[in-house]
């Protein structure tokens, strides 16, 4: 019997040999799947925040967590076969579950170093008016898709790693069902790429954004602490 309503988080996280592969002309391998450890880390402290959820994570890779997640369901995949079917399986599990009933979900990766847990929360708030429909977060380019929430789950399949903002769009449309845009930049700029390192980075000086971590009693991510230190000893002392 199903007892409890939640919210699905599902966080898919691709190998460490395969995460960051554009960050590989400036940074090794270690430092990749260093910076890949801490934005898995940070992604969890925030969504852990969350009251009435459950976070899913997928992954190929073994994960050594904390205890304070002791809570999080992982699915271990047995080969890495994209974002597309990890969330597959996280569907199988979310369809398939005896304890919860869950009312939307979300997909959400782990490279949004700069995400409020409040945007998150407003995302769900605001889906809760509706019985069907969908909510997404486009990237800073407008091709890719930073969030999406599927109410029910089952609404539309996933569409990522091919202009996956456009195809959402489309599956929800065709399906006539309703979409809801946010533009939060929090949740908008995500990390790929060395410019998007030094963009992170610049916008965290900020004071704007320290007032907002400082409101929200929050601490500056290890991920950004681990780019400064990085950036600084890597490139500004040579």
């Known amino acids: 019997m199903k007892i409890s309503k939640k919210t699905a988080i599902i966080i898919p996280i691709k190998k460490y040999e395969k995460s960051k592969t554009r960050l590989s002309p400036f940074l090794s391998f270690e430092e990749r799947k260093c910076l890949t450890q801490l934005l898995i880390l940070d992604t969890l402290e925030k969504v852990h925040q969350l009251n009435n959820s459950q976070t899913i994570v997928v992954s190929s890779e073994t994960l050594q967590l904390p205890d304070k997640f002791n809570d999080i369901v992982i699915i271990n995949e047995d080969f890495s076969n ?63 898709t930073n969030l999406l929430l599927r109410k029910p789950n089952f609404i539309i399949d996933t569409f990522y790693d091919n202009n ?39 916008i965290c000086k900020n004071p704007d954004y320290a007032l907002q971590l400082k409101n929200d009693k929050i601490n500056e991510s290890k991920t950004l602490c681990f780019l400064k230190d990085l950036i600084k000893n890597k490139y500004m002392n040579n």
């Open 164 to 202: 996956s903002f456009y195809n959402h769009i489309k599956a929800a449309s065709e399906k006539k069902k309703f979409i809801k845009i946010f533009n939060f930049p929090s949740l908008m700029i995500d990390l790929d790429t060395f410019e998007d390192i030094i963009y992170i980075l610049n």
């Open 82 to 144: 994209g974002v597309n079917n990890a969330i597959e399986l996280a569907n199988k599990f979310i369809e398939n579950s005896t304890h919860y009933y869950y009312s939307e979900s979300i997909i959400l990766p782990i490279d949004l170093p700069l995400f409020f847990i409040k945007d998150l929360q407003k995302i769900i708030n605001y889906s809760r008016k509706f019985e069907n429909c969908i909510c997404i977060v486009p990237s800073n380019r407008y091709d890719g």
